[in-house]
């Protein structure tokens, strides 16, 4: 689903960059650049916790609760690499 997004956000972003100048060509591949990396961290972030909570699953309420909550801290970082990846996207577009 998020590559789906990603693809359709990549070709949007390069059929406005048709249409600029080129500077602004390069600050858009540049931030669109930046936007995969920090999907593609937040994506291995989230198997990482997928994985934490199979691992745990089945080994009693005390040890699910706990990797469980250890999963949730894992997909924060995800969620707060994906924004900082956004934001600094954002910013190079400005530019």
């Known amino acids: 689903m998020r590559l789906t ?3 359709l956000a990549s070709v ?3 059929s406005l960059a048709a249409c600029s100048k080129p500077a602004d060509k390069v600050a858009d ?3 669109d650049a930046v936007e995969a990396q ?3 961290k937040a994506d291995a972030l989230e198997q990482k916790a997928d994985g934490i909570e199979a691992r745990t699953e089945g080994q009693g309420a005390a040890v699910e609760a706990q990797g469980e909550a250890s ?3 894992v997909r924060a970082q995800a969620d ?3 924004k900082q990846a956004d ?3 954002e910013a190079i577009e400005k530019k």
């Open 80 to 82: 707060a690499v994906e």
């Open 5 to 7: 997004v990603l693809a």
């Open 87 to 89: 934001k600094t996207a």
């Open 38 to 40: 920090g999907e593609m």
């Open 12 to 14: 949007a972003a390069l």
């Open 71 to 73: 999963a949730d801290a």
């Open 29 to 31: 591949a540049q931030a």
